[in-house]
């Protein structure tokens, strides 16, 4: 790669810190008033007005995963414990699970305040402003390898050996959908207009399935899309549509991404286009809000910003190692990143409108 064709600087360094290990997951506030950041050693601490204040000292014990609420009311952070603690305001107010299994999926519904957390083989829903648990769903096969909302609030997806279950949360003792896969799902997200739901599974392949279809109950035929070097380690989507009317989709694998792009001709399903420019592992990738720019978080220590998901704008880097995880501001002027030697790294784009 050649750094002097990228001389573009729209996003600058405005603060750093670091933490005692390596960063395990960061998180914006919906509104983006503040940046939650978790460590392997067991912090949490939470950045806000270029401030950044310890809610948790480490004692060894690594968080895995955090989340806000839709509000920002909230904060959920799970973990090694086998706990899910909850902060509200800076307050510690509640601490969930039962301490027999790992913490290591967590998401918050879209428009209440309602937290699905993995417990093993199962998962439980949790309502933030009546502190009770609403459900307890059993994914059985497996234990829970992800967890996702539809953003309607309608469905919750789980995913793990065998595929993807996907239960009616207005009747939670309903059968879920199922989505069957051949091996393992290890990760899933759904697209944010709720239309698709794509899954990256442990035989090296990606699904993606029509909501509409999964829930209609008539044997799912998801497309298939196979040829990954390694496995995938994240599936993104963007919140706008190409000129077909469908979102763009984007994973990683290995060292390089691919970007999909849904066909017109409905036979030809999904049409890749392969992004290389790191010389390691990416652990992450996300893209902008309202926006194709995509960001890619390596462990060769580089952001890899693509302008409209296609070629090098900017490289961020820092002076610590590989980056572990990254986050967009809601507003797309900001983002964050963690290293895997526990930096917290922030840019700025002042020039973001």
């Keep these: 790669m050649n750094f002097s064709t990228i001389d573009s600087k729209e996003f600058e360094q405005l603060f750093s810190a670091t933490l005692s290990d390596?960063?395990?997951?960061?998180?914006?506030?919906?509104?983006?008033?503040s940046l939650a950041v978790a460590?392997?050693?067991?912090?949490?601490?939470?950045?806000?007005?270029?401030?950044?204040?310890?809610?948790?000292?480490?004692?060894?014990?690594?968080?895995?995963?955090l989340a806000f609420s839709y509000d920002g009311q909230f904060l959920a952070v799970g973990g090694q414990d086998g706990r899910v603690k909850i902060w509200r305001k800076g307050e510690l107010i509640s601490t969930l699970g039962n301490n027999t299994a790992w913490i290591d999926k967590l998401a918050w519904h879209p428009t209440s305040n309602q937290l699905a957390f993995s417990l093993g083989r199962y998962v439980q829903v949790w309502d933030a402003d009546f502190r009770e648990i609403v459900v307890t769903l059993n994914f059985e096969s497996s234990s829970a390898l992800g967890i996702d909302w539809c953003s309607d609030g309608e469905?919750?997806?789980?995913?793990?050996?065998?595929?993807?279950?996907?239960?009616?949360?207005?009747?939670?003792?309903?059968?879920?959908?199922?989505?069957?896969?051949?091996?393992?799902?290890?990760?899933?997200?759904?697209?944010?207009?709720?239309?698709?739901?794509?899954?990256a599974n442990m035989d090296r392949t990606l699904s993606v399935v029509e909501t509409q279809q999964l829930i209609s109950g008539n044997d799912p035929q998801p497309w298939v899309m196979r040829g990954f070097p390694g496995k995938i380690r994240q599936i993104a989507w963007s919140n706008i549509s190409n000129q077909n009317s469908a979102p763009v989709l984007a994973c990683c694998s290995v060292d390089g991404i691919i970007v999909w792009e849904k066909s017109p001709d409905e036979s030809l399903g999904w049409e890749a286009t392969v992004l290389t420019n790191h010389v390691d592992v990416i652990n992450a990738i996300a893209f902008a809000p309202n926006s194709l720019l995509l960001a890619s978080a390596g462990a060769d220590g580089w952001i890899c910003l693509w302008q409209q998901a296609k070629q090098v704008l900017q490289i961020l880097t820092s002076a610590s190692e590989g980056f572990s995880c990254l986050a967009w501001h809601p507003q797309g002027n900001q983002i964050a990143a963690g290293t895997e030697n526990g930096e917290l790294v922030i840019w700025s784009n002042s020039t973001h409108s």
């Design 155 to 199: 469905h919750l997806a789980i995913c793990g050996h065998r595929g993807v279950k996907v239960w009616n949360c207005q009747d939670w003792h309903q059968e879920p959908y199922i989505l069957d896969i051949p091996s393992a799902c290890i990760s899933m997200a759904w697209s944010p207009d709720g239309k698709y739901l794509a899954s």
């Design 22 to 33: 390596y960063i395990t997951a960061i998180a914006w506030s919906p509104q983006g008033k």
């Design 39 to 65: 460590s392997a050693f067991g912090e949490v601490a939470q950045w806000e007005n270029e401030k950044l204040t310890i809610l948790q000292a480490g004692n060894d014990a690594s968080f895995n995963c």
